[in-house]
């Protein structure tokens, strides 16, 4: 479970990406998604490789309480100031320096665990998977985001580096650089939905995300109706395919079986 490498010293260019409409559309998909599966009343989550914590502030703006791990302190240190600008929900919110490999509480301890844009950077998403299902209690929700391996030259054909796709395509590679400029690794749905299942877990359907907005940078500027009418495009073909198949990230979702009552 080794990682690929060291994702702090990209942090920077990670926050800002993700303040971008580009970056936006991806956070706004997963939230949706997130917000479907979810019950109203508020529940305890798991965000592992919080990051910038955009998406744990998000969900505890919705209410619920949210553990942020991360192993890197200069990330957290990112959310805590964050978090030092929203008072109302300092107390929803937990940090904790820990990654995957030392995962802070026990077994089935909470209602939804979310690892979004982690697998990517490691050998191998077995073990890591395996650690995360451990953390989701009877009745909770596993959700992932990963690099969609079947997307890989995709993006690169899109902005017209043709020798670059050609190469990955017929390769059939599972690694590529992406805009922040490191070499990640992908993952199917399908592969994801496998793990998850022989851990214990029902897959629910997958999503396909930044489908067709994947290829422009981060430099794209849309307008609030341009930008509203390319979320909601998104969100529709997210869950048909063929357009999800090319996805550049696939959200995958599984759920632990209730316990059986007497």
Known sequence: MAPVTDFSAVGAAYAEHSESPRGRLRHDLVERRLRDELPASPVRILDVGCGTGEMAIRLAASGHHVTGADPDP?????????????????????????????????????DVVCCHGVLMYLDDPEEALARLAEQVAPGGLLSILAKNRRAIGVREALTGDYE???????????????????ETRGDTAESLDRLAARHGLTPLTWQGVRIFHDHLD????????????ALELEWAASWRSPYRDIGHLVHTLARRPELNRP
């Open 74 to 110: 200069r990330m957290l240190a990112v959310t805590a100031g964050r978090l030092a600008a929203l008072p109302e929900l300092r107390e929803r919110v937990e940090l904790v320096e820990a990654g995957i490999d030392r995962l802070p509480h026990g077994r089935e301890a909470f």
């Open 164 to 182: 670059g796709a050609r190469r990955l395509i017929e390769s059939a590679a599972d690694r590529s650089t992406g805009n922040l400029g490191l």
């Open 218 to 229: 981060d430099g794209w500027t849309p307008g609030r109706a341009a930008y509203e009418a």
